[in-house]
């Protein structure tokens, strides 16, 4: 039995691949195994080539697999693609419509036999994967029949027909390849990253979401629709990203927790509403899934090429806040974060995200939503209204009262003010404004979350990486001290505000410290040279729309450690 099975299924646009990924993942969670299931689609309705790549094992597991043990081809163009990437001794799985050489660890299964229409024919993949690997047929059979029960029962019974004879004929003519032993009882929960995201920000009390459809950020909007009656949340589809981004602020000057999900490209419109947000001193959540650019790049993609945008997004000089998730537990966290240091801070705050860990499908425990601390608010008490100054520059942050919620005046405005919300031409009390708004830097520092150091101390190798390149960081420093080598790694999950001292002497420490980002320019190792003086000079980059991998990373630092 391995430690780990990994598995790629590849086709075309519409033959169902991520039906089959979503409830084989399911089932593989509901048995009590960690995974990992990743998509890498093309911008196509139809047509072109897609794949999920999954990654099962006994413990938590950290980036994609590169190499795997199964590949289930459900177009024969998938077959020469993936074949170059499969480990020894490794079955693939094709059509034997497609009357291909017998060679060794080839399965051809009779897909016209098992389905009696094409559409069937990924639910008798399904069965046949799920035989080889060892789920129980009640299992998938559950879990088959609640995806389709919407369909009607004549559809349900067809596809449970055809995933037994998959099974059946998988038991006498595929071989089997068992998972990897159970982690514990099943509990866990099957998720990515905009589910966690979503779940984050009801959990916070949101109440409002505006957007304009972008991927990969649109399926957040979705699952806040999802739940709006439930949970009381306004969703509003925008005519564009502009008026979505206005919504939101209009929504939070009366009262509601406010989200906006969204993409670079779609980002890009909304920074003079981000800059209002500034001046006006409201409290907004803004959710940048990115993806590559420049303009559309590759829409389906991944990268980490937008911390600059998010960072200097909206003119003149105001503080914001920048939190990076580096799994699907911190999108959870993170969002719920994220609206609370909003409201303290009364500055719009930023959940920077990614194609890849937004859409990657993992296995997490439940959260513990008793021990989630309390979220803060407007101040309702309206005491003394006839006094009250929404923008008293007696402290940083002043007094948030809701117009309508009791007597007091509430004045906004995009326009410099005085205390009062009064549009002001007045050099001095403009000086006061501005430094009243720049203070709020040290809230924001009071809650910087510092980032997570795994490793040696004082080691030869240091990596350096934020965001969802976390993970892969993981499983690199642990293969590299397998092998003698001293290494740690240096994973931020907030990147701006920046506190030196919570990490600058971990980079003096190390005899070599190399920067791992998804983008072209090291972006962050720039940001932490700003900031700190301290130039990294070595870096490894990944910048082809796919995410890292331990395999990438550990190749391209071949070099470096040589040099060591």
Not at 263 to 284: D, I, N, Q, Y
Not at 390 to 400: G, K
Request: charge should be negative; aromatic fraction near 6%.
């Amino acid at each position: 039995m391995r430690e780990e099975l990994h598995l790629i299924m590849g086709g075309e646009a519409g033959q169902g691949l991520d039906t089959v990924a979503g409830l084989l993942g399911k089932a593989v969670v509901r048995s009590g195994r960690h995974l990992l299931a990743v998509q890498h689609v093309m911008s196509r309705v139809r047509g072109g080539h897609n794949n999920v790549r999954i990654r099962v094992a006994s413990k938590p597991v950290q980036g994609p697999p590169d190499t795997f043990h199964l590949l289930a081809a459900m177009s024969l163009e998938s077959v020469e693609l993936h074949r170059a990437r499969l480990a020894d001794g490794a079955v693939i799985l094709v059509d034997a419509g497609w009357e291909l050489p017998a060679e060794p660890g080839l399965v051809a299964i009779p897909f016209a036999e098992l389905a009696s229409r094409p559409v069937f024919r990924n639910v008798a993949l399904m069965g046949v994967i799920g035989a080889m690997i060892g789920i129980e047929a009640e299992a998938l059979g559950e879990l088959v029949a609640d995806n389709f029960r919407a369909k009607g029962e004549q559809i349900v019974s067809s596809n449970l027909d055809v995933l037994a004879a998959a099974m059946g004929w998988a038991r006498e003519n595929a071989p089997a390849m068992p998972m990897p032993e159970a982690a514990g009882p099943s509990g866990m929960l099957t998720m990515d990253g905009n589910q966690a995201v979503v779940l984050g920000a009801l959990a916070a009390g949101v109440r409002f979401c505006s957007f304009y459809p972008m991927s990969p950020a649109t399926s957040i909007a979705e699952g806040l629709a999802q739940a709006a009656v439930d949970m009381g949340v306004v969703v509003e589809q925008a005519e564009d990203e502009i008026a979505a981004a206005n919504m939101a602020l209009g929504a939070a000057y009366g009262g509601a927790r406010s989200i906006v999900p969204t993409s670079g490209g779609g980002f890009a419109l909304m920074t003079e509403a981000v800059s209002l947000a500034g001046v006006m001193e409201m409290p907004v959540v803004f959710v940048v899934a990115q993806r590559p650019g420049p303009a559309t790049g590759l829409a389906t993609r991944t990268e980490q090429a937008d911390l600059d945008l998010v960072l200097h997004a909206g003119h003149g000089e105001f503080h914001r806040a920048i939190l990076a998730p580096a799994s699907v537990a911190d999108c959870f966290h993170l969002t719920h974060k994220a609206f609370d240091l909003a409201e303290k801070a009364q500055t719009p705050v930023f959940v920077l995200s990614d194609q890849y860990l937004a859409s990657a499908a993992r296995s997490v425990e439940p959260f513990d939503l008793a021990s989630l601390p309390p979220v803060a608010g407007p101040d309702l008490s309206d005491d003394d209204p006839g006094t009250y100054h929404r923008y008293d520059w007696s402290a940083p942050v002043s007094p948030r009262r809701i117009p309508g919620h009791g007597k007091s005046l509430v004045l906004v405005d995009c326009h410099e003010h005085d205390e009062a919300g009064h549009i002001i031409e007045d050099g001095g009390i403009r000086v006061l404004m501005q430094d009243k708004r720049l203070a709020k830097i040290d809230v924001l520092r009071d809650e910087v979350i510092p980032p997570a150091y795994t490793g040696e101390e004082e080691p030869d190798l240091l990596l350096v990486g934020w965001g969802s390149s976390g993970d892969a960081l993981r499983e690199v420093t642990e293969l590299l001290q397998g092998r003698g080598v001293k290494a740690a790694c240096l994973c931020f999950t907030q990147v701006w505000p920046l506190i030196p001292e919570t990490f600058l002497q971990r980079l003096h420490a190390a005899g070599s410290v190399v920067a791992v980002e998804g983008n072209s320019t090291a972006q962050f190792a720039g940001l932490l040279r700003k900031v700190t003086g301290f130039h990294i000079a070595n870096s490894v980059l990944r910048y082809d729309g796919r995410a890292l991998t331990a395999g990438y990373v550990l190749e391209r630092l071949a070099p470096i450690l040589e040099a060591l």
